[in-house]
Structures are given as C-alpha cells and as structure tokens.
C-alpha cells in the first residue's frame, strides 16, 4: 500500500494538527512562556502580541469586524454553553424562552436541556428529511418572551447546512439574539457573522487542523451589542466573559490554523469535494439500497453520509477497523445506547439510523486513500448482507416493516 | 471498544452461516430481536428425526459484532446435542465464552432467546407428542 494505514476519515470528529501549525506552537511552551496579562515585561508583551495575532486571525477568519469580538474558550463546548447560558443569565428579564433545533450538537441541546430544568422553555424546531430547518417554522416558534435563537452551521453527522443568512435576518427582525454552532463549518466553508448575521458564533481549533483545548466564541460588539453573563468567575480576562489564563500556545495554534484555513478554502473544499463525490459515486454504483442521509447538495463538500439497509453500522466499522477510521450513527458505536438521534430526526427510521456511516475527509486524504476506503467499504457490506436475516427475506421480497419483530 | 479474540475470530470466520428451508424435516427456527433496536438473529437447528439430536445449525444475523459472534458460537455449540441439552445453554455461558462487556450482554440474551424460539418451532412442528410451550403455568 502506498498509504499510511489505518486511514483516518472522521475528521467531523478531529482533525490532526498542521505541521506548520505545531511549528509556532512549540516557542510557546518553552521560551515565550510569558502570560499574555503580564503587562510589565517583556514575558508577558510577547505573549500578549501573540494571542492579539491570533485573535485577529480567527476574527478574519469568520467575517469579524474587530477581533476584541472574538473570546477564547477550551473549546466548541464551552463556547456553546457559554453564548446560550450566558444569553438566558443576562436576558432573563427581557424573557426566558430558546427556539433551537432538533439536530443541534449535544453541547446545544443539553445546554437548553439544563436551563429548562431552571425554568426556560425552549421549542426544538423539527428538520425536514434532508436535515434542513424550515425558516417559517423558527418564526412560528418564536414569542414575545423569545430571547435566543441558536441553529447550527453544519451538522456535524449528515453535514447538512442551514439557511443561516435568512435565519440572520429574522432574528435581526425580531430583534432576538442569534448563536450559530459553527464548529462544523469555520475554516471549512465561508463564515461571515456580518454577512449573515451571526451575534454569537462558536467554533472550534480542533476541527480545523489546530490543536484539541481550544475553541472561541465571536461575540458581537455593534448593532446589537451583545451582554453575556460569564460561566467562570475569575481574574477577567477575556472582557471579562471567559476568565482564566489564556493558553497561548494552543491559541496561537488556532490562529495559525485558522490563517491557512482562510488561505487554501477555495482550493481544498473543491478538492475534498471531488473526493467525496467519487467516494459516494463508488459506493452508491456497486451496492443496492444504499440512502444518502442529508441534502443532496446543501451539504458540507468533505461529508458523506450513508446508510446501508440490513447491515448493522458497528459490525461494518468492525470490519474495517485495522484500515479505516469511520463512525456509526448505531447504537451500539455511542455512549448512550441510542442509535443516533439526528438521523433519527431525518424520519428515516431507526432500522437506517443503525445502518448509517459516516466518512469525513480532511486536507491530509488522498484519491488513493478514498479509492481504497470505498472499495472495502463495499466488500465488507456485501459479505455482511450474506449473513444479514433481513436481507435475506427483502431478496425474498417480504416487507420487513409487515414482520411482528418481538424486542429483544 | 477492543473486542476479544474470540469475538473478532467468529466475525472474521463466523461457523454456519446460512439458512436451510423452513419447511425441511427436522428444521425448528427462531428469528428474534427487531430492525429498529438494531439487532435481528434467524437461528435454525437440523434436527435427525430418528435420534432427536440436532445435526446441523445455521444462522444469519443483523447486528453488531458480538451479536454475529454469539449466534456463531450458538450454532457451533448446538450441533450433537438432544434439545434437552440444548435448552439448557444460557446466555452467560456465552458471555463467559466470548468475554463480553456488560454493553454487550444484551447480544447473548438474544442468542439464547434464538434457541429457545428455534427449539419451540421444532417441538411444535416435528414433536408433538411434548406438551405445547406455554400451556403450563408452573
């Protein structure tokens, strides 16, 4: 094999560092330790230049107007946890009810969850089959008491992406705040909060070839300035938003990660697009009942979604586990037992939330690395449904929804 | 997760995969589980009507890996005994045998439901001088 086995291909879960970004990491652990509030010598100035370079990277990045919007957090998580409890702290006079979606990410939903346990109330707008929001139905959703509108970029399972520039303009309307979980999309495809919108927008350096332990959340300053009540008390730091020291080497890490993402956009979504396509092309020519989850074009350009009807997902990644690092929607690949509640969403069904894959492709993929991960995909789904009992009786042409299955 | 070696071996080799008609002298079978909860296991057991031992198993499953390696293991153990014998198999002789974690013990309980639902179907079919399963309350 030409290629570096196992083959990593769930980069929606991480991605591994740049070499380039790693290279202006590594002063900062060492020599240029400095902490970047230390403002009387010449330790703490390096340090802090450092970070006000990254910040203004990540603030192109996304369509900031003015980097001091964007604050610095451990991750995607604590920038989603911090936009909407920090909104539903501040705002609690103003109102005390979220319209968020059915497929946010589970930092969203559990986050709206925790603060409907503290009196919130919040309305999960449904997705239609192709994991799309309907915009009206945000705006049936929304009431006098509505502070907060939170809808992700990109899911981070079937890729699909919502209609975030006219969801920008309802809130804007309606003079509510809006949080978008970019985590998905940022350095992927274009973001721009002032083009589209965004008051509060969360990603993640992780999923954009910089280092795990860093995240940011754009704040908005102008045209509504945005108030959020912190989640960490502390030495304020951050505009006061986010205290704690600053980790300069894994945020200049996602500076740079986020200036070459910026760099080579058009290029590599185009590359990794093609991949892609020719991965589904593959696999959708050579297997019978195969579904594309999500929307046909709407879509993240590295994403591919599939569920295999009759073959279960865990036994498909077993399969293929010394050469191929996917994921499963199924049940048995998640912590909770539950096959996946996106696909499920989509009203697939959960027999085909079982049988979902998803392969996530990343900068590092070759054409080689896809051709070889599409044609094993495709034996071991073939030699899976020689032993599949539904497989079996659907060549048989019974209608398995027509069987009375007792529950195991 | 890391699976165990005997787990991975009935995956990568699984024993009696197949399906013999359901019709056949001799052949009780036992499908179980549901599409939805993402586990489906057919087992079949080859009964010789003259001895009352089963000669031949097969299964086909839809399921994860331990699922497929327990309904594996299930037809390798079924083959030579007298349905006596094989009532008696319990799904924590398969646990023990194939090393499952707790997540996983679910898989095993379905292989044994399969064999008791493929012994019930050949009792009702090819013995029927037994008292039919479940019209005794004791």
């Known amino acids: ?408 | 997760m890391a699976y165990s070696e005997k787990v991975i071996d009935h995956y990568n080799n699984p024993r009696n995969v197949g399906s013999f008609s359901k019709d056949a002298p001799g052949v009780g079978t036992g499908l179980v589980g549901a599409p939805e909860c993402g586990d489906v296991m057919k087992l079949q057991i080859k009964v010789d009507l003259s001895t009352g031992i089963i000669e031949d198993a097969k299964f086909k499953t839809f399921g994860c890996g331990s699922a497929i390696a327990s309904s594996s293991l299930a037809t390798e153990w079924l083959k030579g005994k007298s349905i006596e014998e094989a009532m008696k198999i319990k799904n924590t002789d398969i646990v023990n045998e194939l090393k499952l974690p707790p997540v996983k013990i679910h898989c095993s309980v379905l292989a044994e439901d399969a064999i008791k639902a493929a012994l019930t179907d050949y009792r009702e079919k090819w013995a029927k001088k037994e008292t039919p399963a479940g019209s005794t309350a004791s």
């Open chain 1, 1 to 408: 094999m030409a290629f570096k086995s196992p083959i990593f291909m769930d980069s929606q879960s991480t991605t591994p560092v740049d070499p380039r970004v790693l290279d202006v990491m590594i002063p900062f652990f060492t020599e240029k330790f400095g902490h970047p509030a230390s403002r009387n010598h010449s330790f703490g100035w390096e340090a802090e230049a450092a970070v006000d370079q990254a910040r203004e990277r990540v603030a192109k990045l996304i369509g900031a107007r003015d980097p001091k919007e964007v604050v610095f957090t451990s991750g995607g998580t604590e920038a989603i946890n911090l936009a909407i409890k920090g909104v539903a702290e501040m705002y609690r006079e103003k109102g005390n009810h979220i319209v968020t979606t059915a497929i946010e990410q589970r930092a969203g939903l559990d986050a709206c969850k925790r603060l409907e346990r503290l009196g919130c109330s919040v309305t999960y707008v449904p997705v239609g089959p192709d994991g799309l929001v309907d915009v009206d139905e945000i705006r049936k959703a929304i009431s006098d008491k509505t502070i907060l509108l939170s809808v992700m970029f990109a899911n981070n399972e079937i890729g699909t992406i919502q209609p975030i520039p006219e969801i920008g303009k309802l809130a804007k309307e309606k003079g509510i705040i809006f949080h978008c979980d970019a985590t998905q999309a940022v350095g992927k495809i274009p973001v721009d909060v002032e083009a589209m919108g965004v008051d509060l927008l969360s990603c993640t350096a992780h999923l954009m070839y910089g280092p795990k332990g860093v995240g940011a959340l754009y704040v908005r300053r102008k045209n509504p300035r945005v108030r959020l009540a912190p989640m960490i008390d502390g030495g304020g730091h951050e505009r006061g938003m986010r205290s704690g020291t600053i980790p300069v080497p894994l945020v200049v890490g996602f500076g740079k990660a986020a200036e070459i993402c910026r760099e080579v956009m058009p290029e590599e979504s185009a590359r990794l697009k093609a991949l892609r396509d020719r991965l589904q092309d593959m696999i959708l020519s050579s297997l019978d009942e195969v579904y594309l989850n999500g929307h046909p074009e709407r879509r993240l350009p590295h994403n591919l979604n599939i569920s295999f009807a009759y073959v279960e997902g865990e036994s498909v990644l077993m399969g293929l586990n010394k050469e191929v690092a996917i994921s499963s929607g199924s049940a048995c690949t998640s912590a909770t037992l539950e096959p996946s509640y996106v696909i499920a969403a989509l009203g697939v069904g959960s027999e085909l939330a079982h049988s979902s894959i998803r392969f996530a492709l990343h900068r590092f993929n070759t054409e080689e690395e896809v051709e070889y991960v599409g044609g094993r995909v495709i034996e071991v789904v073939t030699r899976l449904r020689e032993m599949s009992p539904l497989y079996e009786l659907a060549k048989e042409g019974v209608d398995i929804k027509s069987i009375q299955w007792k529950a195991g």
